[in-house]
């Protein structure tokens, strides 16, 4: 166990790769998938119970931290307000509707907050819209607010069952 009592994981890259894909470094694999994939579920807890939402993201380049946007006057934003331990859930099943052998997931788990300062708002707006310009009005709005997830770790799932952990160098 770690201090945030999350379980460390063994590292398994030990096993023969089977195809290219598999030699993939698996900070590389975690990068492609969060790059290629537009929208994550945000994990959330409150009241007893969990709750998932659809988010559109982006990820530093160092991939240790994540920014969304959500409207103030939502569960959503609640739930974020009363408990900072969330998950962001990326996968690429619309790529391998035929295929789900094929399919990859992330589960990302940190801490969220919200951002405050305007320097801290001008960054993640920057980095925000810089994938998703289509959400400029929104992430301006007055009755939205940008959230920062300070990364603990990625658990990249292949194969439904193979499971590898990774953890950003700045924690």
């Given at each position: 166990m770690t201090k945030d009592n999350e379980p460390v994981?063994?590292?398994f890259n030990h096993r023969p790769e089977?195809?290219?894909r598999e030699a993939e470094p698996l900070k590389d694999k975690i990068t492609r998938l969060v790059t290629s994939q537009p929208y994550a579920v945000l994990c959330t807890q409150g009241d007893g119970q969990p709750y998932g939402s659809l988010v559109a993201f982006a990820f530093s380049d160092d991939l240790g931290t994540a920014v969304f946007a959500t409207p103030t006057a939502t569960r959503k934003y609640r739930l974020l307000s009363e408990c900072e331990r969330v998950a962001l859930l990326v996968d690429n099943r619309p790529d391998f509707t035929h295929d789900m052998m094929q399919v990859e997931?992330?589960?990302v788990t940190g801490r969220a907050r919200q951002v405050s300062s305007d320097r801290d708002i001008?960054?993640?707006?920057?980095?925000?819209?810089?994938?998703?310009?289509?959400?400029?009005?929104f992430v301006a709005s007055d009755s939205s607010a940008l959230f920062e997830i300070n990364v603990t770790r990625f658990l990249h799932v292949t194969r439904f069952q193979e499971v590898n952990q990774w953890v950003p160098d700045n924690r």
């Open positions: 994981l063994r590292d089977r195809n290219k997931a992330i589960t001008d960054r993640c707006a920057k980095l925000l819209l810089g994938r998703h310009p289509y959400l400029k009005h």
